[in-house]
Nanobody, 114 residues
Framework: QVQVVESGGGLVQPGGSLRLSCAASGFSFSKQPMSWYRQAPGQERELVAGISSAGTSTNYADSVKGRFTISRDNAKNTLYLQMNSLKPEDTAVYYC???????WGQGTQVTVSS
């Protein structure tokens, strides 16, 4: 069964940092591009960052460029999102998945507030 499990969220002050993790199982993780998404209260889910299967190519939403870094460890079947210089508008539930997966994991809540 294909599964993605996000973790690492929490409450952080503006300007702080968090690192999210996504543990994947049930598919050939190393062969799949992966992405992070987020959904803020009352808003549509949006793409935050993507990474190629080998980790050699990445892309970011304009709102997070220069602050967030997506990476992966194919030996551990794990995707990461390093988030620095966090802003209140980054508050959301964060999700990971490959594009072809038709359902979402439980996500991890990130709250940026003083």
């Amino acid at each position: 069964q294909v599964q993605v499990v996000e973790s690492g969220g929490g409450l952080v002050q503006p300007g702080g940092s968090l690192r999210l993790s996504c543990a994947a199982s049930g598919f050939s993780f190393s062969k799949q591009p992966m992405s992070w998404y987020r959904q803020a209260p009352g808003q549509e889910r949006e793409l935050v960052a993507g990474i190629s299967s080998a980790g050699t190519s990445t892309n970011y939403a304009d709102s997070v460029k220069g602050r967030f870094t997506i990476s992966r460890d194919n030996a551990k079947n794990t995707l990461y999102l390093q988030m620095n210089s966090l802003k209140p508008e980054d508050t959301a539930v964060y999700y990971c998945k490959p594009s072809w997966l038709t359902y979402w994991g439980q996500g991890t809540q990130v709250t940026v507030s003083s």
